[in-house]
């Protein structure tokens, strides 16, 4: 009976082995993730915004599909080993069904439209003279109250330059100057200009705004420096009304739920482009990742991941979750990572140790930055929560095509891509395993205010969608369809 009972013994170890070759490691989840299967996923955010009108935006039929394309992997595919649920939530959906500036000799100028853009008078605009505001490369061109004094935009189209402050803070002082509108003129010469948001909590604040490329502002400029008297047209026509959304949350079902490791990103775009940077490339190693942990147990640390809605309208879903964790939730978030934009085609790192070990050592530069309000991690950071973001960077030089139509596979750093997916999973595979290292969250006063301070913005948006929807019921009549 030897032979059966070695075989028993056999059987027996092997068993053991496959237990013990199945713990999660670092190493495991590097090599799990892979090129191909990163462009597979990207190939796939890219054709849903190519058959949905170029975009995976909030309130758009791309943004659905793209919730279902996530939700195919972690609900039907992965359901034995995650838990995954849909979590709702309402914002202001804003689109400019039309723009349309005229210059001083009946010429159509180039134009792009903000977010959140109020409509002009319809049909015909607002005609005006244009009244040339000073340029201050320094401070930002009327961003302060005194840049306004002397100027005489009343009644008038103010022509202002971009850059430095928010465009709704300009927009804010125009108004408070009797300007009727603003005409914006871009920084950078050319017509590939990043659409800036003027904030949901807005609506009903501004006066209505275009952005034209410098060289036509700058021509204006001259002219009415010349003293010559220019008149231009601005037409906008836009839609805001209460729309539902949707973050999605994946857990692993293994793990302490006490102790939650926790990697985010947005999966909605802008209006403008198929967003495969932003964020595809962030979604597309967050699935990546979810494919390769699924495969291994013994981790101590359940593992969650969060695909948020609306980000770009103003890290809506992020924040809307973290406003509706109790105490009791947050505290057991012991860690938080943001992935967002992380395939620029000239990237420039920003990450904290774990991320960073892992960068250096394949000769990747890495800068550190503070967090600022630029994406999901707002919330967290809020909650005291110890957090972490990787970011190859924004606009000229690292991503020219940033928040704009070529924002596609073309924008794509595959290295840089590659090599932060698998420093992510890297550092996730660690902290699901020890948290040593890891401070405890920052319970303080100030997180409480500015938490109080998040939940009353979800009040004012939703106060603000009302009065829109209200609003627009009257005036855009048939108009919702062509939406
Ligand atoms: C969103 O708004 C609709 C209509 O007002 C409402 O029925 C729904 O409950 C809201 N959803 C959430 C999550 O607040």
């Not at 929560?385 to 970011?391: D, F, G, M, S, W």
């Amino acid at each position: 009976m030897k032979v059966p009972g070695t075989a028993a013994a056999a059987l027996l170890l092997s068993a053991t082995a496959i237990a013990t070759n199945n713990l999660l490691t670092a190493d495991k989840l590097e090599v799990d993730i892979k090129t191909e299967e990163l462009q597979n996923v990207l190939w796939n955010l890219n054709k849903i915004a190519t058959d949905n009108g170029g975009n995976r935006a909030f309130g758009e039929p791309g943004y659905k599909a793209s919730l279902d394309f996530i939700l195919e992997r972690a609900q039907t595919r992965f359901h034995r080993e995650m838990d995954t649920f849909v979590q709702p939530f309402n914002h202001t959906y804003d689109k400019t069904l039309e723009i349309k500036v005229t210059g001083p000799e009946g010429e159509d100028v180039f134009v792009v439209s903000p977010m959140y853009n109020p409509a002009t008078p319809l049909p015909g605009g607002i005609t005006a003279r244009l009244a040339d505001t000073p340029v201050d490369d320094q401070r930002g061109s009327g961003c302060f109250p005194d840049q306004w004094q002397g100027v005489d935009v009343t009644g008038k189209l103010a022509l202002v330059k971009r850059g430095a402050c928010a465009v709704a803070i300009k927009l804010t002082l125009a108004k408070e100057h009797g300007a009727l509108g603003v005409i914006l003129y871009n920084e950078e010469p050319g017509t590939a200009i990043a659409v800036p948001t003027l904030g949901a909590e807005n609506i009903g604040l501004l006066v209505p705004a275009a952005i034209i490329p410098l060289e036509v502002g700058e021509g204006w400029k001259t002219r009415l420096a010349a003293g010559e008297d220019l008149t231009a047209t601005l037409l906008v026509d836009a839609v805001s009304e209460t729309r539902e959304t949707w973050n999605i949350i994946s857990e692993t079902k293994q793990g302490d739920p006490n102790k939650v490791i926790m990697l985010g990103a947005h999966l909605d775009s802008v209006q403008q482009g198929p967003g495969i940077n932003d964020d595809g490339s962030g979604t597309a190693a967050l699935l990546e990742i979810m494919g390769s942990v699924k495969q291994y147990d013994g981790f101590s640390h359940k593992i969650r991941f969060a695909w948020w809605g609306a980000e770009e309208s103003g890290l809506v879903g992020s924040l809307y979750y973290t406003s509706q964790l109790s105490e009791n939730e947050a505290d057991k978030i012991k860690y938080y990572f943001n992935y967002d934009m992380i395939g620029s085609p000239e990237p420039d790192g920003i990450g904290p140790q774990l991320l960073e070990e892992y960068l250096v050592s394949k000769g990747k530069p890495v800068t550190h930055g503070g967090f600022g309000t630029g994406s999901d991690f707002v919330g967290f950071v809020e909650l005291g929560i110890p957090t972490a973001a990787l970011h190859t960077g924004a606009g000229a030089p690292f991503d020219a095509c940033y928040h704009q139509a070529c924002d596609d596979l073309d924008n794509i750093h595959w290295e840089a891509l590659t090599v932060n997916a698998r420093a992510a999973a890297r550092a996730l595979a660690n902290l699901a395993n020890s948290l040593e290292g890891v401070p405890a969250r920052q319970k303080t006063s100030l997180n409480r205010r500015t938490r109080r301070g998040v939940i009353q913005s979800f009040q004012k948006w939703a106060a603000v969608a009302e009065e829109a929807s209200h609003g627009h019921t009257c005036s855009h009549k048939g108009k919702k369809q062509r939406v």
